[in-house]
Structure formats: structure tokens, C-alpha cells
């Protein structure tokens, strides 16, 4: 079970996630709209969340660390397409992510993983996406609806995604700042079935 915060102890926030190349990452915000009111999300930060956990105590932690170091998964081509957008008066501006077979297996397993390490489970159903940009809402609306019209058929060339990532998140003075506290190796694809 996922603990809440506690002011006295200093707790990481936890999430697993698939990173983006930074060229690719770059290419996608350059699309965005220069507007105040749209906060692009920095080209490092650009990852594909598959799973987030939430605030844990350490020992918590290490058995998550443990339970995920079981898990044997096929590398995931990762191919972007698509725009979208979430929530109304602002929202997130998003990049889809096609739901392959070896994508959906890794989520598959992470679940699993992590509810043997004792986390509850997600409650949405699983979108694959990449956070773009995070819009207040006072962001033009004419503008957002312009850019997820001229992005829908956005798509780029799929790239090869050989390790999953734990990350902790923690809040800066200038944002959330992720560092990576694990990283999975994925298996060789197999060339028969590249999906």
C-alpha cells in the first residue's frame, strides 16, 4: 500500500516510465505554440509513464526496486503518432504512443510486479502517451484547438526502447525534478516478430 506523505520524513514519489530520445523529444515540443500560458515540459522530462507509484517510505522502495528486477521483457518499439489533449480551459497537450503488443506486455508485467511488492492497483486504464506541455487556463483556447487540429496526424519514426526506468520525482523550487533510481534492461526484440 502507498503511504502518504509525511512532513517529518522526506519521501520520494516514484514512477516507472520508458525514456525518449532527445532529439525526438526536442522535435515533438518544437511543434508546440510560443504562448504564455503553455509550459512545455523540458526535453529530459519527456518519458513515457507506465506506471506512477506515488510517495513511499524506503524499504518500500527497495521492495519495489526488487519486485521489478524480475521482470523479463522483450524491448518496446516505441512509435509516436497522433496528438490530444486532456482536460478543458488549458489541460495537457499530449503525444500518443502506439499500444503494441511488447508495450502492453511490459505494463502488464510491471502491474503485476508491483502488486507483489504490495501496490495497489491503477484505477484508469492505461494510455500510452508523452506529456508535451502543461496549459494554464488562461493558454488561448483558439490556439490549443489549432495545434491538436494540425498535429492529429502527427507521426514519427519508431524508435527501440531497450530499458525500463524506476524514477523518483521530487519537488524543486522550479519544478519536479527526476532522477533515475534504477534502470531494467529490456531483452533483444525478437527479429521475427518486431511488432
Do not use: K
Not at 98 to 117: F, N, Q
Request: contains cysteine.
Amino acid at each position: 500500500m502507498v503511504q502518504t506523505h509525511n512532513a517529518a520524513v522526506d519521501m520520494p514519489r516514484l514512477f516507472v516510465a520508458l525514456e525518449t530520445p532527445a532529439p525526438l523529444a526536442a522535435s515533438l515540443l518544437a511543434t508546440l505554440p510560443r504562448e504564455r500560458g503553455v509550459r512545455p515540459t523540458p526535453v529530459a522530462q519527456v518519458h513515457l509513464t507506465l506506471r506512477f507509484i506515488g510517495e513511499v517510505d524506503e524499504q518500500h522502495a527497495s521492495a519495489i526496486d526488487d519486485a521489478l528486477a524480475t521482470i523479463a521483457a522483450a524491448a518496446v518499439p516505441v512509435r509516436v503518432a497522433g496528438v490530444g489533449r486532456f482536460g478543458r480551459r488549458g489541460g495537457i497537450l499530449w503525444a500518443g504512443v502506439a499500444p503494441v503488443e511488447p508495450l502492453l506486455a511490459l505494463h502488464g508485467a510491471i502491474d503485476l510486479a508491483l502488486r507483489d511488492a504490495g501496490v495497489d492497483a491503477e484505477g484508469r486504464p492505461f494510455h500510452p502517451h508523452l506529456t508535451l506541455a502543461r496549459c494554464a487556463p488562461q493558454a488561448p483556447e483558439p490556439l490549443l484547438r489549432e495545434w491538436v487540429a494540425a498535429q492529429r496526424e502527427l507521426a514519427c519514426p519508431p524508435y527501440l526502447a531497450q530499458r525500463f526506468v524506476l524514477f523518483e520525482s521530487r519537488l524543486q523550487r522550479q519544478g519536479a525534478e527526476h532522477r533515475c533510481r534504477r534502470a531494467f534492461a529490456l531483452r533483444p526484440a525478437d527479429p521475427d516478430n518486431p511488432t
